[in-house]
């Protein structure tokens, strides 16, 4: 049996700091029983190398994922070999060529993981049913004044609030100033162009100025909004609503997903086959344990 040593170190600094001359907690050990897969032992070194490809809160769980994978990993050579699978190795793009153990399990998989193709009535029930996967997203077109601050200095978020304030209240009286106060006050690149940021869609911005964005109807300017790189003031110009996409556009996108989902479905009751038939010792395993479904 293999002991994992957890160091809670990072977890003590959270806490109160013992008293001086006390001692530190001892780190805590992580028993790990021998793992075999039909009497095929998988070996701890080949777990601990497989660890750096299982991110995890701590190295016992992450022991654990690693061994998992590997375990599955086993179970599926083995049964590609009892079936005599002869593997054939593809070569990719960039001309890496994949090893024979990643041949014998795509091969098993492609001849015992059966999956359907979606008809075309399944495709435009799909389509039909989720109109927001198929529609572009919408552009705005908007204007911006930054008053320019860090969020970690109260001081001078304070004095940009206390700015941004103060052009909101000229442009409450006079809202074709903005282009004007843009280019005497803001901090942004965009105050050579009067604050124009030209179309901007989802992502291109804060979620904060995005947030502030969405709820401004044409013509509108935003009070002060608040993001990580200081005060904005925002007028939006235009918006242009997203439009659905032609069926025939995503017909093919739409078949790839449902194969894809179908497939992992497919792969992870095959899998959960494997394991029930299975003498696996030292982890409990279920179907969903793979990577293959994930």
């Known amino acids: 049996m293999v002991t994992l040593v957890i160091d809670h170190g990072a977890k003590r600094h959270a806490q109160s700091a013992p008293e001086d001359g ?3 907690p001892p780190a805590e050990p992580v028993a790990m029983p021998q793992v075999s897969v039909n009497g095929v032992v998988i070996a701890r070194k080949a777990i601990a190398a497989e660890v750096q490809n299982c991110p995890a809160a701590n190295p016992g769980e992450g022991w654990r994922a690693a061994t998992r994978a590997l375990v599955i990993r086993e179970l599926l050579l083995q049964e590609a070999r009892r079936l005599q699978l002869v ?3 593809e070569v990719d793009p960039d001309g890496r060529k994949e090893t024979e153990e990643d041949a014998l399990v795509r091969a098993l998989i492609a001849q015992e993981v059966a999956v ?3 008809d075309e009535a399944t495709l435009r029930r799909f389509y039909a049913a989720n109109p927001a996967r198929f529609t572009t997203p919408p552009l705005y077109e908007a204007d911006h004044i930054l008053i320019a601050a860090r969020n970690d200095d109260a001081a ?8 941004a304030a103060a052009l909101a209240a000229q442009l409450a009286v006079a809202p074709e100033r903005f282009a004007d106060l843009a280019r005497a006050h803001s901090a942004c690149p965009s105050a050579a162009l009067g604050g124009s940021l030209g179309q901007i869609g989802p992502g291109d911005t804060t979620a904060d100025f995005e947030h502030a964005l969405e709820r401004l109807a044409p013509g509108d300017i935003s009070g002060p ?4 790189y200081g005060v904005h003031l925002i007028r939006l110009n235009r918006r242009i609503d997203g439009e659905l996409l032609p069926f025939d556009m995503v017909r093919e996108r739409i078949r790839a997903y449902l194969e894809e989902h179908v497939r992992r479905q497919a792969a ?5 086959l494997l394991i029930g038939r299975a003498d696996i010792r030292g982890i409990a395993l279920d179907g969903a344990d793979t990577p293959l479904v994930q």
């Open 22 to 24: 006390a001692a530190a």
């Open 87 to 89: 593997p054939v190795q």
């Open 268 to 272: 992870a009751q095959y899998i959960a």
């Open 156 to 163: 001078a978020f304070a004095a940009a609030r206390e700015q």
């Open 225 to 228: 909004v608040e993001t990580r």
């Open 116 to 118: 359907p193709q979606a």
